[in-house]
């Protein structure tokens, strides 16, 4: 499996590239502001072919350039249903404060747009990739998740040792040490507490989350020292009385 990923843009939006292998076809996650010349960079030096972008949430530091990229490969978008009137109206996601950062510049929808649906499985790029509502940073905030082999030979793999790592791809639901901020339009701070612990404090301690801002984690580091996460141990348990905004991004 390759991942690989950067961060782009003046809100340092993590962007990733995801494929079974170099050589193969790939799928996009989040290019925000700026990322256009990495991901093709990437892709040349990968030797990759892109099939899809794949859209955590519809804030615009995490879709700047989806239109861009998608045209010129002649390849859909996916998002929520929820977040995809904020890719031709970023403004509405933004609030006042925030309003600054759209100016005078138009935004507009890919040429082709697919809608997530919670729960489902979505294949691409020879990768089973799972797609999980999140509420509460945006209303259509997803989680996407994927297995990754470990390139271990059974007999050469310790007792209990998984034969698969499932990797997250978080956007701003979760981060290292922190959580989303719900203090834009369509955020909830409970919701979002809540979808933490109905989507993501179930999953083995040994996951990795890969966010939308900042390093890669596990759920294990999250559960045992994520500040916004004390006393949170089972679905629908969230008791957290944190202040509503999270330390990254929009």
């Given at each position: 499996?390759?991942?690989?990923?950067?961060?782009?843009?003046?809100?340092?939006?993590?962007?990733?590239?995801?494929?079974?292998?170099?050589?193969?076809?790939?799928?996009?996650?989040?290019?925000?502001?700026?990322?256009?010349?990495?991901?093709?960079?990437?892709?040349?030096?990968?030797?990759?072919?892109?099939?899809?972008?794949?859209?955590?949430?519809?804030?615009?530091?995490?879709?700047?350039?989806?239109?861009?990229?998608?045209?010129?490969?002649?390849?859909?978008?996916?998002?929520?249903?929820?977040?995809?009137?904020?890719?031709?109206?970023?403004?509405?996601?933004?609030?006042?404060?925030?309003?600054?950062?759209?100016?005078?510049?138009?935004?507009?929808?890919?040429?082709?747009?697919?809608?997530?649906?919670?729960?489902?499985?979505?294949?691409?790029?020879?990768?089973?990739?799972?797609?999980?509502?999140?509420?509460?940073?945006?209303?259509?905030?997803?989680?996407?998740?994927?297995?990754?082999?470990?390139?271990?030979e059974p007999a050469e793999r310790a007792p209990g040792t998984p034969e698969v790592v499932p990797v997250c791809f978080s956007g701003d639901v979760?981060?290292?040490?922190?959580?989303?901020?719900?203090?834009?339009?369509?955020?909830?701070?409970?919701?979002?507490?809540?979808?933490?612990?109905?989507?993501?404090?179930?999953?083995?301690?040994?996951?990795?989350?890969?966010?939308?801002?900042?390093?890669?984690?596990?759920?294990?580091?999250?559960?045992?020292?994520?500040?916004?996460?004390?006393?949170?141990?089972?679905?629908?348990?969230?008791?957290?009385?944190?202040?509503?905004?999270?330390?990254?991004?929009?």
């Amino acid at each position: 499996m390759l991942i690989t990923g950067f961060a782009a843009g003046m809100f340092q939006t993590n962007c990733y590239l995801l494929a079974s292998e170099a050589g193969s076809e790939a799928v996009i996650i989040d290019p925000g502001q700026d990322a256009a010349p990495r991901v093709r960079e990437l892709l040349a030096e990968h030797d990759l072919t892109p099939v899809a972008v794949l859209l955590t949430h519809g804030h615009l530091d995490h879709t700047w350039n989806a239109a861009e990229l998608c045209d010129e490969h002649s390849i859909p978008a996916y998002i929520h249903p929820a977040d995809r009137p904020m890719l031709a109206d970023p403004g509405m996601g933004l609030g006042r404060a925030l309003e600054s950062v759209i100016g005078s510049l138009e935004f507009r929808e890919p040429e082709k747009v697919i809608d997530f649906a919670d729960g489902e499985d979505v294949d691409l790029a020879g990768i089973r990739i799972s797609v999980d509502l999140a509420p509460g940073h945006t209303q259509g905030s997803v989680l996407l998740g994927i297995e990754v082999p470990i390139e271990v030979e059974p007999a050469e793999r310790a007792p209990g040792t998984p034969e698969v790592v499932p990797v997250c791809f978080s956007g701003d639901v979760l981060f290292a040490g922190s959580i989303g901020r719900t203090d834009l339009p369509g955020g909830d701070h409970q919701q979002l507490l809540d979808s933490i612990g109905d989507k993501l404090l179930p999953l083995p301690d040994h996951t990795q989350v890969l966010p939308g801002h900042g390093p890669q984690t596990s759920i294990g580091a999250e559960r045992a020292s994520n500040p916004f996460l004390a006393g949170m141990s089972t679905p629908g348990s969230s008791t957290s009385d944190t202040v509503k905004k999270g330390r990254f991004g929009l």
